[in-house]
């Protein structure tokens, strides 16, 4: 049993594979960095069962939703963004002015803008997370202007906790009827993976 997974924004693939592993630790997890050659390395890797992302890797996934059905018959999106600014009205509740100061602190201070990210989203990573700069601001950069049109494609799970302080699990259900609510989650994948663990069939 293999799983391919995306992770999220300054989110470490050791920190993440761990999350998932803990979930299913029957399956073989493949968790690469949300990079502009994502998509094309989960391609290069094959042989999944279900292929996932979080948060901007989720974002890759539905920007490239046509190449993602064929990689798996299941597609799970964990904390899903369509269009992360708020201007958007695809349920992102950051301002894209928050965004590109953030981008700004990144270059002057990226300890204190990765603590201070961490800290919004609930994430229990250790600030001396290693990642180049550009990487990190290309990301931010694709938060910041990219969107997808909504709704997710027929079939795929979503996933999104009610009280995510950078989306609006309200909205991004109106969006896409199937996405699942989940009580009292915040953007942190874990309660989100424990979630899907319910709906997610793993085969051989």
Do not use: N
Request: charged share 25%; hydrophobic share 45%.
């Amino acid at each position: 049993m293999k799983m391919g997974w995306i992770s999220g924004w300054a989110v470490g693939e050791a920190w993440f594979q761990e999350r998932v592993s803990r979930v299913w630790p029957e399956a073989r997890h493949v968790v690469v960095p949300a990079s502009t050659d994502a998509v094309a390395r989960l391609e290069r890797e094959g042989g999944f069962s279900v292929v996932g992302g979080y948060s901007l890797g989720a974002h890759l996934l539905l920007a490239e939703a046509a190449r993602v059905s064929a990689l798996a018959a299941q597609v799970v999106l964990l904390a899903p963004v369509f269009g992360f600014a708020r201007e958007d009205g695809l349920g992102g509740l950051s301002g894209r002015t928050h965004v590109r100061y953030l981008r700004r602190w990144l270059r002057v201070d990226p300890v204190a803008a990765l603590r201070d990210f961490y800290l919004r989203a609930g994430l229990d990573i250790s600030v001396d997370y290693q990642s180049s700069t550009d990487g990190l601001d290309w990301g931010l950069e694709t938060l910041e202007r990219s969107r997808v049109e909504p709704p997710a494609p027929a079939g795929w799970r979503l996933y999104c906790g009610d009280v995510d302080d950078l989306l609006d699990a309200a909205r991004l259900r109106e969006l896409s009827p199937g996405l699942v609510t989940v009580p009292g989650a915040g953007h942190h994948p874990g309660e989100l993976l424990r979630e899907a663990a319910a709906g997610v069939r793993l085969q051989a």
